[in-house]
């Protein structure tokens, strides 16, 4: 089973925002859900891990440091949709879907295999009917469907992704978690940032909560989320409410 262990990872930037000193494991067949104020180091966390930027300390997938691997096939390892899905270019939904298996092949977006990968992301990301719409005419929220459609086609060990539910509906929420738990079915490892606590309480495995470029504790969401954790990270007070499916909600009133 996939296994990614960071150890004493640091990456800061000039300005002196970044991450500090992070370890900790994520899992194949768990959903990791980051969370965390603004500016917490979220997605440099990402970011690091794709091995889009420097860090300093170790990331070892499986045992081996990711360091050591071609930039080549660290990306065939790694499926990432970004915060803000940067799509400038009028190919149609199906063409991005299936230029999701590029890290895997010069020749992978025309095979069958991957025609037929693309109609299911597509279905599961409820894009059957813009399929030949130009992705430079979709709405925010559509264009991040094509994003986490394109991951889910990529088929890596590893998604890494960052906010994908920030433009999404209730509905397609729904449709991007239920996706997620089939790719962890399937012995995927998914870590994904995300600002609704909720969504941490309802659907993560393991929870990451950072502040000020540090990971404050990360465990299962029961441990992690209490109220008083999450008061003092978010600065409002966070109350818990006890859902109908034997989760833990959580709620703030505006002062
Ligand atoms: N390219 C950059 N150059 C310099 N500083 C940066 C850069 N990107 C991020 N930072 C700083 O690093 C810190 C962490 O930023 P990061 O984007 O990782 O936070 P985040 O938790 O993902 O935030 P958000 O929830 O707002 O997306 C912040 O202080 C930010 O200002």
């Not at 002196?16 to 000193?21: E, F």
């Not at 979220?42 to 071609?70: C, P, Q, W």
């Not at 998604?159 to 991007?176: I, K, N, Q, Y």
Request: charged share 25%; aromatic share 6%.
């Amino acid at each position: 089973m996939t296994s990614l262990v960071l150890d004493n990872v640091s990456a800061l930037y000039p300005s002196g925002g970044g991450v500090t000193s992070i370890s900790a494991e994520a899992r194949g067949g768990e959903i990791t859900v980051l969370i965390g104020p603004n500016g917490s180091g979220k997605s440099t966390l990402l970011k690091a891990i794709a091995g889009l930027i420097d860090y300093d300390g170790s990331i070892r997938l499986n045992g081996v440091d990711m360091e050591s691997m071609g930039r080549r096939s660290r990306a065939a390892l790694f499926a990432v949709v970004d915060q803000i899905p940067s799509m400038n270019y009028p190919f149609s939904v199906t063409e991005v879907l299936a230029m999701g298996r590029l890290p895997h092949g010069r020749d992978e977006p025309r095979k069958n295999s991957t025609l037929r990968s693309v109609r299911r992301a597509a279905t599961a990301m409820d894009l059957s009917d813009l399929c030949n719409r130009p992705v430079t005419e979709l709405s925010g929220g559509e264009r991040q469907r094509v994003a986490i459609a394109r991951a889910i086609v990529q088929d890596s060990p590893i998604m890494l992704m960052d906010e994908p539910s920030s433009a999404l509906d209730p509905g397609h929420v729904s449709s991007l978690f239920s996706s997620l738990r089939d790719m962890t079915n399937r012995g995927r490892a998914v870590i994904v940032t995300v600002h609704d606590v909720n969504l941490a309480a309802m659907f993560a495995d393991k929870v990451w909560l950072m502040d000020e470029g540090r990971l404050v504790r990360y465990g299962n969401p029961e441990d992690i989320l209490s109220r008083e954790r999450l008061s003092k990270v978010y600065g409002v007070d966070f109350r818990r409410y006890d859902g109908e499916r034997g989760k833990s909600l959580w709620f703030f009133e505006l002062d």
